[in-house]
């Protein structure tokens, strides 16, 4: 578009690029025509041109030519926007115009589209495009730029995947330290808890909560928050379950850090003599079959056609394979009264939650003869978290599971738990659980594909009383658009999901909940650079 001003001031021409429109001529008195006039019809056409212009060819490309009133065109624009006249019908040559944005695209064609409007314009001017070529090329672009953002967005899935599968250097360093810690100072190998103070380790009197992780950091801010925030923190007795390699460094911060007048102990599963192959068979089988060792820590995109999947799809398909979930660490929950048999109730904890309230009233909570208190996720609209039924886990198009479950039955949250240990013992909730697993190995994965919770959803199936949503806020690291005034009020928050407050994906807002508790002024922590990650 062109505009030319006369010297007089007595003639403004608006023109066009060739072969659209002839010039449209404007004639008025000079007297009459100010430059605050001159400036608010330029500020008028540079506004109302473009809008006019990407209006119409987005009506065109969404398939105008087959609607042919101004009232239909109307519509188009928007619901606010219509207007009512008789139906105009086009000409001939506009229809073949139109319906020559319907053509064929070659692959030549789509390796040459310009990536911004300028260069589209540009490209127009030098090339002289008429406007069915135009509209062609605009669409064209469009749906390209399209095609690279979701393109985009499922390599973000599969980067954030493997950032959540990782371990980030800082806490590799913070175990080294400590491992190194605990072979030369004789205070990081003290006994934990001290021997006057063991007998409360099987006391039933005491509040007794268990986490079962290989992060050091979690554990400390899991430990941390729940005695910080309790009413009578004498009266907690917290077990820390490790594996093997990590347990030296567990003890030694722990026994570096010790959070009187609370009882931290510090055990490895190698310690634990009920822990023995003859006891967990299915675990066994599933740590050595070859097919599950590669659907877990294989090539995750071999085989797939990732380009198939939406971002959303992708995200939930490269979880349900993290090698976590054949971890001895995740499924030691299933053997809580086995490993502690003096116990009658413990709370037990993820290692990727924070307690923000005193949890005591939790002991005196009534669990009706159930075993399980948890919080129940299908009553709330987050697609992530809090609408989950059986149907989201478990495969319904298997007969084994259509016959034996109904899709609809409400899911619940594993990560904080009451567990009445006697009544678990009785309901025999840890064999089920093995003959679910052994039925879903035998039968290739088939059953499920996700983790620890669908079979603990069949094991404990008519064993859980539900608790109030505040006891247990989900998906702090699924939803970024997490209501932060609902996590300050909650009393455990969980960052289920990938974001994970120790990584660099963390979400900025959620994680200083979190950071809150980490024991910045300890010389590991700060010769590990883990302030610079919170």
């Not at 034996?404 to 659980?433: E, H, S």
């Amino acid at each position: 578009m062109q505009v030319h001003i006369s010297p007089s001031m007595r003639q403004i021409i608006i023109s066009t690029s060739p072969g659209f429109l002839d010039p449209l001529k404007m004639k008025g008195a000079a007297r009459y025509l100010s430059y605050r006039c001159i400036f608010w019809t330029f500020l008028f056409l540079a506004f109302s041109l473009p809008f006019l212009f990407i209006t119409s060819a987005l009506i065109t490309l969404d398939g105008v030519h087959n609607c042919t009133s101004l009232d239909c065109f109307g519509r188009k624009l928007g619901p606010k926007l219509s207007w009512r006249r008789h139906a105009t019908k086009f000409t001939q040559d506009s229809a073949d115009k139109y319906s020559a944005l319907l053509q064929y695209r070659s692959e030549k064609e789509l390796t040459d589209i310009p990536d911004t409007i300028e260069a589209l314009l540009i490209e127009a001017r030098s090339k002289q495009y008429d406007m069915p070529t135009l509209l062609r090329r605009m669409k064209s672009m469009v749906e390209v730029n399209e095609e690279k953002v979701r393109a985009a967005k499922l390599q973000e899935a599969l980067y954030r995947h493997y950032a959540s599968s990782g371990v980030p250097k800082g806490l590799h360093c913070l175990a080294l330290k400590l491992t190194g810690e605990y072979s030369s100072n004789a205070r990081a190998r003290q006994d934990l808890p001290s021997p006057d103070l063991a007998p409360r380790l099987t006391d039933p009197a005491y509040h007794h909560l268990v986490v079962a992780t290989d992060n050091v950091l979690a554990a400390a801010v899991v430990v941390t928050s729940t005695i910080r925030n309790a009413a009578e923190p004498e009266k907690i007795v917290f077990h820390v379950i490790t594996d093997k390699k990590t347990h030296a460094a567990m003890h030694a911060w722990f026994a570096l850090n010790p959070l009187a007048p609370a009882i931290v102990e510090v055990k490895g599963v190698h310690q634990f003599e009920w822990l023995i192959r003859d006891n967990v068979p299915v675990l066994e089988a599933m740590a050595s079959s070859q097919d599950v060792k590669y659907y877990y820590h294989g090539d995750h995109t071999a085989g797939a056609n990732i380009s198939q999947y939406s971002p959303t799809i992708l995200a939930s398909y490269l979880q349900a394979r993290s090698p976590k979930y054949i971890s001895i660490m995740n499924h030691l929950r299933i053997y809580l009264p086995y490993l502690f048999p003096e116990l009658e109730k413990v709370v037990f904890l993820d290692d990727d939650v924070v307690v923000q309230k005193d949890l005591s009233p939790l002991w005196d909570l009534d669990l009706n003869g159930k075993v399980n208190g948890a919080v129940e996720t299908c009553h709330g609209d987050d697609t992530w978290v809090m609408s989950k039924t059986f149907k989201n886990y478990f495969n319904f198009s298997h007969p084994i599971i259509s016959s034996t479950f109904a899709p609809d039955k409400c899911a619940w949250a594993y990560g904080m738990n009451v567990f009445d240990l006697q009544a678990w013992r009785k309901a025999d909730i840890t064999r089920v659980y093995h003959y679910w697993q052994k039925q879903n190995l035998q039968l290739n994965l088939t059953l499920w594909r996700l983790g620890t919770l669908p079979p603990a959803l069949i094991a404990f199936d008519g064993n859980v009383h539900p608790i109030p949503g505040n006891w247990h806020m989900l998906g702090l690291g699924y939803n970024t658009n997490t209501n932060v005034e609902a996590v300050e009020n909650a009393a455990v928050i969980h960052y289920n999901g990938q974001a994970k407050p120790w990584l660099d994906i963390a979400f900025p807002q959620l994680r200083p909940f979190w950071s809150k508790y980490v024991n910045f002024s300890d010389k590991f922590i700060r010769q590990c650079n883990i302030l610079d990650r919170a």
